[in-house]
């Protein structure tokens, strides 16, 4: 097997990467952290008794259930397999995290389902807007 020789490029390449953080390598992210990093984002002002509308549904968190979240922007993340419960975190955060304090889960309330993906929650609230009311005339 022969082997590539080393040019200065390859050689300025590798102590660049070794040396050019200072040979401090950068944090790596637990699953979680990077899972939270991924999911949809949304902003959604918190209403009566801890809930919050997304897509047509109303979700529901004991951790919003305090009413110095009343009329509070909040954040709420996303992810896409498993939208019938939504990660609820403050709008902004005093140490300006990237994602704010988390407060807790909301879960969909009425959904009649174990487990929606997000583009399944975006068939029902179709469907839920299609449907009209037995007695309309139209």
């Known amino acids: 097997m022969s082997r590539i020789p080393e040019t200065s490029a390859t050689l300025a390449t590798n102590a660049g990467c070794k040396g050019g953080l200072g040979?401090?390598?950068p944090e790596v992210?637990?699953?979680e952290e990077l899972d939270v990093c991924l999911m949809k984002e949304i902003h959604r002002v918190v209403q009566?008794?801890?809930s919050v509308d997304f897509m047509g549904q109303t979700y529901r968190g004991e951790c919003l259930k305090d009413r110095k979240f009343l009329s509070q922007?909040?954040?709420l993340r996303i992810d896409y397999d498993h939208a019938l419960r939504l990660r609820a975190y403050t709008d902004e955060d005093e140490t300006y995290s990237r994602t704010g304090q988390f407060?807790?889960?909301v879960?969909?309330?009425n959904l009649n389902y174990q487990d929606l993906s997000l583009e399944d929650v975006k068939?029902?609230?179709v469907d839920t807007?299609?449907?009209k009311a037995p007695w309309s005339l139209g």
């Open 29 to 31: 992210l637990d699953e």
């Open 103 to 105: 407060l807790g889960f």
């Open 48 to 50: 009566e008794h801890g």
């Open 123 to 125: 068939e029902v609230a």
């Open 129 to 131: 807007r299609n449907k």
């Open 73 to 75: 922007t909040i954040t």
């Open 23 to 25: 040979g401090i390598l």
């Open 107 to 109: 879960d969909a309330l």
